[in-house]
């Protein structure tokens, strides 16, 4: 009897963790992006910090152009402690074509071949498209933009409120200066 209450208790807290962890781990984009809205200048309010952003102090943005072939120009910069602009270009091309939400983008090319492609998920983004919330299903990368040098406290509520619910700790994230 003690045997098998022990063994129900047992599968119930594996059960339970099973389903908890897969609930963790399942990231939601957004359910539709219209690619013309989202084109233009966007300013970095926050990120987890990595290794190619390194050498930006402040100042850094992202602007999408769409090209005709469908795919999108990228034009990262920022501001380096020299006062230099560092300008990095890229292409994005659409990998959700159905809800536009979930984009490869690549920034290194050898004679127009893009061999790596990194994922950029869009997990939110405001009504008005003033903010939008970047994403990796490895949670190594995250960004916030937005059409602003700012956001509120409360867009910013939000957004670390999409962060919590797609597995993401807010508090990995450094705010951007501009």
Do not use: H
């Not at 359910?31 to 990120?47: C, F, M």
């Not at 091309?93 to 490869?104: A, H, M, T, V, W």
């Amino acid at each position: 009897m003690l045997r098998s209450s022990i063994c129900s208790i047992i599968i119930i807290i594996v059960l339970f963790s099973q389903i908890y962890g897969q609930q963790k781990n399942e990231m939601v984009t957004v359910g539709k992006v219209d690619l013309k809205k989202y084109a233009g200048l966007w300013y970095e309010i926050k990120k987890i910090p990595n290794s190619f952003q390194d050498d930006c102090v402040k100042g850094t943005t992202a602007e999408y152009t769409l090209m005709e072939d469908g795919k999108i120009q990228v034009i990262n910069s920022c501001t380096e402690e020299d006062g230099s602009r560092n300008i990095t270009e890229g292409i994005a091309r659409i990998n959700d074509k159905e809800s536009n939400s979930k984009l490869g983008v690549s920034f290194f090319s050898i004679l127009g071949w893009r061999p790596v492609w990194g994922d950029y998920w869009i997990i939110g983004l405001g009504e008005n498209y003033e903010y939008a919330v970047i994403a990796t299903p490895s949670r190594k990368y995250g960004w916030v933009l937005a059409r602003t040098k700012s956001l509120s406290a409360d867009q910013m509520k939000t957004v670390d409120g999409i962060l919590l619910k797609n597995g993401y700790d807010p508090g990995k994230f450094e705010i951007s200066k501009q």
